[in-house]
């Protein structure tokens, strides 16, 4: 990955950004609302929490039967994912709550996730807020040489067969934090100096990571063997499985809203300027998916109004579906896109026809 040079307009004629954020601060002061988690982000992380965490206990616990083991497993991948998005991820925008010490300890929860807070903020909240869907600079993007997400990505002949074999990657996810990508992030974001704040001490930030890391292995591996009269291999399937389903889930919430039609992927001009300011920026490369239906809106924490999200991504994401409406009426009258798939179903149509359009030889594609 280059050096991150981009910049972006700070200039804009219409005032777009600014009309819109002006609106929607006079939502909440006229609803006299906090911008950040209320009772109802409370109450999901109670419940994703208990998706996530009974489960285990009930393993260690009762003496169940294999089968069952194996069904419990995958509830706790189910809410792995949402602790994952509705928790981790409102705690570190800093979106959870309006105290810090609160948000870091919500935030802090991706250690039981398998993740590390340093290398998650650093990706996702410099790389991926900053630089949405821009080629080299958004390592959202990235899958090495496994899969082309992007049409400047250089094009690989096994590419031709992606939209097949990609959602048996898409399970890898959780699992390649908890064995080798924070190890592999972390050299690379301390060497380049990154970071959401104040830059770590070195010493410190690795001291953490390894000590989480054998924390975590400890808790999900070593104390199931002690405590469970179950083969050793066994055990290592449920963590497997349960990572696989996290996986799954997060992986194919992110590429609904980045990796499909709609989706721009804009690159710089030679000295590095972005056609757009930062916020139109965000309404060319991302898209919402299923926002009129209940169940994804509170199972993904939001992050189908990823338009809404990447705007404005230190509301808490139980704001939404409201301010969705603003933003919605906003770009229209600045005749920008406000891209949208009315269901679920079609953002998932749309993600695998793209990864086949992705997968065709450059030459003939484009």
Do not use: C
């Not at 991150?4 to 700070?10: A, E, G, L, Q, V």
């Not at 991926?128 to 899958?143: C, G, L, Q």
């Not at 067969?161 to 972390?186: C, E, K, P, R």
């Amino acid at each position: 990955m280059e050096q991150n040079t981009i910049r972006f307009p700070r200039t804009d004629s219409a005032k777009f950004f600014k009309t819109l954020n002006s609106r929607v601060n006079d939502y909440f002061k006229t609803n006299k609302l906090k911008k950040t988690g209320n009772w109802k982000l409370h109450l999901k992380t109670v419940v994703m929490f208990v998706l996530f965490l009974a489960p285990y206990f009930l393993i260690l616990t009762l003496g169940l039967p294999n089968w069952a083991n194996f069904l419990l497993t995958i509830v706790m991948g189910v809410g792995m994912a949402g602790v994952g998005m509705n928790v981790m991820h409102d705690g570190n925008h800093g979106a959870y709550s309006n105290k810090k010490w609160v948000n870091k300890l919500m935030g802090s929860s991706i250690y039981i996730l398998a993740g590390n807070v340093y290398n998650w903020q650093v990706q996702h909240n410099v790389l991926h807020h900053t630089y949405t869907n821009i080629h080299e600079h958004d390592e959202d993007m990235e899958a090495g040489r496994i899969l082309r997400f992007s049409k400047h990505a250089e094009w690989k002949k096994h590419h031709k067969f992606q939209h097949f074999y990609s959602v048996l990657l898409y399970g890898l996810l959780t699992f390649n934090w908890a064995i080798t990508t924070d190890f592999q992030q972390m050299y690379r974001y301390m060497k380049r100096k990154l970071s959401y704040g104040k830059l770590p001490n070195a010493t410190m930030n690795w001291s953490t990571l390894i000590i989480t890391k054998l924390l975590y292995i400890t808790i999900w591996i070593v104390l199931p063997m002690l405590i469970l009269d179950i083969a050793w291999w066994k055990i290592l399937i449920g963590f497997f499985l349960m990572h696989y389903v996290a996986g799954v889930i997060l992986s194919v919430v992110f590429q609904l809203a980045h990796i499909v039609d709609d989706a721009d992927t804009p690159l710089p001009d030679e000295s590095g300027t972005m056609k757009n300011t930062w916020a139109i920026h965000q309404l060319f490369t991302t898209v919402n998916f299923g926002t009129k239906n209940k169940i994804v809106n509170w199972f993904t924490g939001g992050l189908n109004h990823q338009v809404e999200h990447h705007i404005f991504p230190n509301i808490s994401h139980v704001h939404y579906t409201n301010i969705s409406k603003i933003v919605k009426q906003t770009a229209q009258e600045f005749n920008l896109p406000y891209h949208e798939y009315k269901t679920t179903r079609k953002a998932i149509i749309s993600h695998f026809k793209h990864l086949k359009e992705l997968g065709k030889e450059p030459t003939l594609q484009y």
